[in-house]
């Protein structure tokens, strides 16, 4: 049995709810959809997350720089379609500056189904002047006070040759321009970078800032649970096997340490770095996930999941609905529990205890939201692929409580809030009826059940199994 111990009347601690602060998606062109946008919508008003980071704002396909007869046509209609829509919802984007519009250059290499040019400029003071330009029409129709509270992150993932044809020091120099052209609009708004892959170049990106009095006001970076263990196309499984529990974690302390009093923003992380990977759809993303944000709060000031949905194309556009596509809402828009463990995280309060307890899978917090007078005890089953894990019995003693007057639990697991399941179950088919849409939403809902417990002396004691790989919230409301 796992064991775990909480005093309310002991020490909280303030609980930010830093993974809400961004979420990931695919192409910029993909926010013109009405799919796109409904299920942002979405995810915006049920998960809480208030800025969307996406590639390739600066791509011909976006037209936001073209050359007609040899001449710079500049066009932000697209962007500002983008912009008008996240700010008509509430929400804000975290601009990633990237990639290099064919007019500027250097060099014809390409990344993706829609071919983003991932050359350094051949020329950096005209890169410098479309990213000015940008910005301060930007700045004129929104207003500065609005793109203040914008974020301004320089290119992806400079450190992959996947990403990148330059050197470092061409990046610095990518940088160093992007910087000033941000800067001269306005000084206060945020630009960083080094916008890395796998947690690299910091140290490099702050002593190059640092000694050439170009300004940096956050450290951006991503990382994934399958960095250190081979690059795509690698199996996922054994990556993940080679990796240890908590990884994430030590990573993020890392880059704290590096960043100095500097915010830091991971812009992209995951389950894993494969776009079409089944763990990312099983209740085993859910149960990572959780665990990873829940070990990583103090950690980072944004903590940007890749991505909110699987409308998305960076190899192709899959139709099938469930293809193991990064997104937390499949192409239909059915949440995945992925989804579902966002939900419930969203829920928590804003103050988290100490417990007392360890066990080699399971995890416990307990969560305090005091203007509903209400406890949350969460909970995971969580191993990586091929690691020893089994169905536990747990046992959580809460001491110093009110008198409870309603407790349940929502699961996440096989046969809870898991409509791959339930897809499954149909036969896969590889196309959607309505009715079909609808029944797998159904069985993506989270459900409320009743709970074993004790209650004495102001002390409550409960029970709850869990499957391996499974989330679990207990809601205790008092009086």
């Not at 500056?97 to 290499?109: A, H, K, N, Q």
């Not at 974020?151 to 400079?158: A, Q, R, V, Y």
């Not at 054994?238 to 990796?243: F, I, T, V």
């Not at 849409?437 to 869990?466: D, H, P, R």
Request: aromatic share 12%; glycine share 6%; proline share 4%.
């Amino acid at each position: 049995m796992a064991q775990f111990n909480c005093d309310l009347n002991g020490a909280q601690t303030a609980f930010p709810h830093y993974w809400e602060h961004t979420i990931g998606s695919g192409h910029a062109t993909l926010a013109l959809r009405a799919d796109y946008q409904k299920q942002l919508t979405r995810c915006h008003n049920e998960l809480g997350f208030m800025h969307v980071r996406f590639h390739g704002i600066l791509s011909d396909d976006m037209g936001t720089l073209v050359d007609e007869m040899d001449q710079a046509v500049y066009s932000f209609f697209n962007a500002d379609q983008i912009c008008d829509f996240l700010l008509s919802i509430g929400m804000n984007p975290f601009i990633e500056f990237s990639f290099m519009p064919l007019m500027l250059s250097s060099g014809d290499t390409i990344v993706f189904h829609y071919k983003g040019n991932i050359t350094p400029p051949r020329d950096y003071a005209a890169w410098e002047t479309l990213i000015n330009k940008l910005v301060e029409h930007w700045k004129e129709r929104y207003g500065v006070e609005k793109i203040r509270e914008w974020f301004f992150e320089i290119w992806n993932e400079p450190n992959l040759s996947a990403f990148w044809t330059g050197t470092q020091q061409d990046y610095f120099s990518l940088y160093q321009h992007s910087a000033r052209a941000i800067k001269n609009v306005d000084a206060q708004l945020k630009v960083g970078g080094p916008a890395t892959a796998e947690n690299a170049w910091i140290n490099e990106f702050i002593y190059f800032c640092n000694h050439n009095n170009v300004p940096y006001d956050f450290i951006s970076t991503h990382h994934y649970p399958t960095d250190a263990f081979g690059k795509p196309g690698d199996d996922t499984i054994a990556q993940l096997a080679a990796s240890k529990r908590s990884v994430l974690r030590d990573q993020a302390a890392a880059t704290r340490e590096k960043a100095g009093d500097k915010p830091v923003y991971y812009t992209e992380w995951s389950t894993s770095s494969n776009p079409f990977d089944e763990l990312h759809d099983l209740p085993y993303a859910a149960a990572y996930i959780t665990k990873t944000i829940m070990e990583a709060r103090g950690l980072a000031q944004g903590y940007s999941y890749w991505t909110f949905s699987d409308i998305f194309e960076e190899n192709y556009f899959s139709s099938m609905p469930f293809h193991g596509g990064f997104g937390l809402l499949t192409i239909y828009g059915i949440p995945k529990p992925s989804y579902r463990a966002y939900e419930l995280l969203h829920r928590l309060g804003e103050n988290i205890f100490s417990v007392e307890g360890n066990h080699p899978t399971v995890d416990a917090w307990v969560i305090n939201k005091k203007e509903k007078n209400t406890y949350h005890i969460l909970l995971t089953n969580s191993a990586l692929p091929t690691h020893a894990i089994k169905k536990e019995l747990i046992s959580v003693q809460l001491n110093n409580i009110k008198s409870v007057i309603n407790i349940f639990v929502e699961k996440i697991d096989d046969t809870h809030a898991n409509a791959t399941a339930a897809w499954v179950a149909m036969g896969k088919p590889q196309t959607l009826k309505p009715g079909e849409v609808q029944q797998l939403e159904s069985a993506s809902a989270l459900i409320k059940e009743q709970i074993l417990y004790t209650f004495e002396n102001g002390n409550i004691i409960l029970q709850i199994e869990l499957q391996p790989q499974a989330t679990a919230l207990v809601t205790i409301e008092t009086i």
